[in-house]
């Protein structure tokens, strides 16, 4: 049975840094792309990054490029999003999410689903 599940959330002041991981279990995790989301209170859940299963190139969304990195070791079946300079508006629940299809991370529809981790970024 497919499982991811995330680890690493917290309360950080604005400027800090906190790394996510998502662990996976069930599958192979070369296999397929792993992607971060987020929903923020009142607001639609929206994709932050990915990375592919093939070629494991990576994609950030415009709110967090130059401060976010995806990046995966297949050999502890782990995906990390290393997050800097933290601002905010990065506060919401941050979701991992697999599928072997590339195509259905893009749409946002990606099969499985973690339970979630609350990043909050307050002074």
């Known amino acids: 049975q497919v499982h991811v599940v995330e680890s690493g959330g917290g309360l950080v002041q604005p400027g800090g840094s906190l790394r996510l991981s998502c662990a996976a279990s069930?599958?192979?995790?070369?296999?397929?792309?792993i992607a971060w989301f987020r929903q923020a209170p009142g607001k639609e859940r929206e994709g932050v990054s990915y990375?592919?299963?093939?070629?494991?190139?990576?994609y950030h969304a415009d709110s967090v490029k130059g401060r976010f990195t995806i990046s995966r070791d297949n050999s502890k079946k782990v995906v990390y999003l290393q997050m800097n300079d933290l601002k905010p508006d990065d506060t919401a629940v941050y979701y991992c999410?697999?599928?072997?299809?590339?195509?259905?991370?893009?749409?946002?529809?990606?099969?499985?689903w973690g339970q979630g981790t609350q990043v909050t970024v307050s002074s």
């Open positions: 990375i592919k299963n093939i070629d494991e190139k990576t």
């Open positions: 069930g599958f192979t995790m070369d296999a397929y792309t």
């Open positions: 999410a697999a599928d072997p299809r590339t195509t259905e991370v893009r749409a946002g529809t990606p099969n499985y």
